[in-house]
């Protein structure tokens, strides 16, 4: 396994993520020797659809692209759809892909992506149902479980989680793209 022991790496997410796409990612990255901090709307602590509650380490009014080696962003409806409209957390995202640095969208996570408006030229997969958002948006999607495009790494579903956390820790090793 690659060893991430001098990276950090943010999760952006808020009340209603999909609670094993959050945990699962962030134990894969922990289990390589990664930092991991929780950014959201707002501090306090934020819970997953199916009750699963994680401490904010800052918000994302507060956070700085820079302080991060990769992304990871995590699905969930309510989740994908309150970050998207969260003005700081697209500006980190944009940032974050411009300096063409590792992150990693499963399901429902991808969706900012198209208001950070960095996904032309790009292939990418997610939960189906945002597949014309993302072609919209300039991507071109593909139903597969796991795909890579120089550091943006996507997958469609918690069934894809295995795929996803060996590629996104292998994405985050590997840094700037």
Do not use: Y
């Amino acid at each position: 396994m690659a060893d991430l022991s001098n990276k950090t790496i943010a999760v952006i997410a808020t009340d209603g993520f999909e609670d094993s796409e959050l945990t699962s990612p962030v134990e894969a990255v922990k289990d390589a020797g990664a930092t991991v901090k929780v950014l959201s709307t707002k501090g306090g602590t934020i819970e997953g659809k199916n009750g699963t509650k994680v401490d904010v380490d800052t918000t994302t009014g507060l956070a700085k692209d820079s302080d991060f080696d990769g992304i990871i962003l995590p699905g969930g409806t309510t989740n994908a759809d309150t970050i998207r409209l969260d003005d700081d957390a697209v500006a980190i995202v944009k940032k974050h892909m411009e300096a063409d640095l590792p992150l990693g969208a499963i399901c429902h996570g991808a969706w900012i992506l198209t208001d950070a408006d960095v996904l032309r030229g790009r292939t990418i997969t997610s939960f189906p149902s945002l597949k014309t958002d993302l072609r919209n948006a300039g991507a071109t999607w593909v139903d597969e479980e796991v795909v890579t495009d120089q550091g943006l790494v996507s997958s469609r579903t918690p069934d894809d989680l295995p795929a996803f956390n060996s590629k996104i820790v292998e994405e985050f090793a590997e840094g700037q793209h």
